[in-house]
């Protein structure tokens, strides 16, 4: 059997007296596999040098004995306070130029050359202890690196990489000044040693310079974790090592940073305090799964799945009976091949003491113990048969981490977000029950029939080649506005008109556009009006077809969305931000040009997803409300798991398996 559901546990928060009864409460639950000690630094060097491995050996040991195997992290999100008082420099410097204490966590500097020095001590004998432990399958790297470290770090040792860094991009300082496009306000450099980290400045930035540091930011990131891997791998060659992403946060290109793990592994809260409320809409959990198995085109491990409500100062919804097991499900459903439940026991003390796990304060099994043993009991036996396998949509949308920092950096309009783009075109396919892959630009999008690549801003010659190729052999593509507008270093493109050569392919010009700036814009599209937002393009037609309008402006009863044949393909262009129910109509209608398959129709908070092998498929139809709900499906299965075929009980999660459809 292979290993399908886990917890995160700290046995180091408790007497070892009460070792024993976790150990058998996470067998009877179905729990074959910990994470352990990703924040145990202190105790297992108390001193330099001091190594303390006993205890963890011991519960790693205790854990085995019940069948229950273990994941090390490398504690380096939390360095101990002796290692913080003898080297007081390797705590971060933020963008105001104030350092960041220790009594937290995430308090170091990944640059700093002794911080790394205390790092390779560690993990080296910590790596060296468990290479043979029988009980240690793998290693996680750090703690969701990139998390606390938004506007981090502008100490000496980053600034001194940093200019190492641009220095090795640009050779010459004549050549950053002109792609930094420097002779604006005077921002010409003599010498890379004159750049200075971004720290906070009297009035605006330079959105060049800004876009290679949050790059610089991300490739600083990827060599700390790459770094670390080497050492694990070096001392400790036979086991795996991933890494807890966050979804599609963005201090770190999780493509590059998946290149050196074995498998990505994600967190996730969707009743975090911090979401939307009552929790995160399940089309944008969706997505995140979605983006997390695009990052390495693999399926992944759920590393923290929310087990109970969540909390630190304050406390969100706590979670319905069936909620949890639904949202796990979701993730298996998405390409999570294990889930991991954070965390096994509501700790009792510092930060996270009302992070709620499987267990209450209490240590007492209760309903959550017995919600999560249920869903062990029921689905780990099916999640070996499609252990590996994964969907295979029809559909891709493209995403981007440069795209993502160009708007960060200038968002255009004040409520333009990037994911959030993203995910609103993601939301109608969702709910029309269409599975979605995140792809990156310069994939091979020649299996998809329909790319949508919303917000190309920054637009590169092999870019636009590259969009043209697969619409020239026959593919759909979907552009929208902001679209060419900057080259790759964050400069306007002043060669042409937008959207550049892309208005070749759709068959269009954008001379002029307009930002609704605290407004509403409206556009007819059939014979109705829809609400749009955010931004409209003024587009002049050169051989597309107009499908949609706008209704408002002064640029009113001029194209909206533009169509256009080229090669054997089809080039939509979007020329604002569709609301809810455009988004909806034009969606419908593109899926139908292209012959989309659908699992099937539902309300929305009914979930359909397949993984398919080469010739079966696995369908999860996943309900996320407290209701009861009832559904159809397009195609022919049959149910492995659930009580009533296309009726759903509140939070009920049903499994079917079929044919593989010929396509
Ligand atoms: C993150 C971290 C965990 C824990 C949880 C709850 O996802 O990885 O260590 O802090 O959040 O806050
Ligand atoms: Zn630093």
Known sequence: MGIHFGVDYYPEHWPRERWETDAKLMKEMGVQVVRMAEFSWFKMEPALGEFHFEWLEEAVALLDSYGIKTILGTPTAAPPAWIVRKNPEIQPIDREGRRRYFGGRHHDCQSNAVYRAHI?????????????????????IDNELGNSHGDLCMCSSCRQLYQKWLKRKYGTIEAL?????AA????????????????????????S?????????????????????????????NHFITHNYMGFDNKVDYYDLGTLLDFVSNDIYPAGHWQKQPHQPENELAACHDVVRGYKKKPFWMMEQQAGMAGWEIMGRALEPGQMSAWAMQSVAHGADAVVFFRWRTCAMGTEQ?????????????????????????????????????????????HSFRQNYAFDIQPNHPQLRYVEQLQKYYKALHGKKIPVDFVQDMDDLSKYKLVIAPLQYLMTPGLEQHY?????????????????????NNLCMTDRELPGRLGELCGIEVPEYDCLLETTGGVLYGKKEYAVEKWCDIIELKGANQIAEYSTGFYRQTPAITENPYGKGTAWYIGTEPGEELMEDIMTYMIGVC??????????????????????????????????????LHGMYTMLEGEKEEQLLPYEVQLFVGNKFQK
């Open 120 to 140: 390779r001590r560690f993990v080296t004998a910590f790596a060296k202890q468990f290479a043979d432990n029988p009980g240690v399958i793998g290693w996680q």
């Open 177 to 181: 000044n002109e792609a930094w496009g």
């Open 184 to 207: 604006f306000w005077s921002q010409g450099y003599n010498d890379f040693d004159q750049i200075g980290t971004p720290l906070i400045t009297a009035a605006g930035e330079n959105p």
């Open 209 to 237: 310079a800004m876009l290679d540091w949050k790059c610089y930011c991300s490739d600083l990131v990827v060599n700390f974790a790459e770094w670390q891997a080497d050492i694990i791998r070096e001392n400790c060659p």
């Open 354 to 398: 009302y992070w709620h796990g499987i267990l209450g304060h209490s240590g007492r099994p209760g309903r959550t113990y017995y919600e999560a043993q249920k869903l062990t009991q029921t689905f780990a036996k099916y999640m070996d048969d499609f252990e590996g396998t994964m969907p295979d949509p029809e559909v891709a949308i493209v």
């Open 468 to 488: 043209m190729d697969y619409v020239e052999g026959g593919g759909h593509l979907v552009l929208t506005m902001r679209t060419g507008v900057k080259d790759a």
């Open 595 to 632: 012959g989309i398959r659908t699992l099937g129709t539902a309300a929305d908070g009914v979930e359909m997803m397949t993984r398919e092998s080469d010739d079966k498929v696995w369908l999860f139809v996943i309900n996320h409300t407290g209701d009861e709900q009832v559904y159809h």
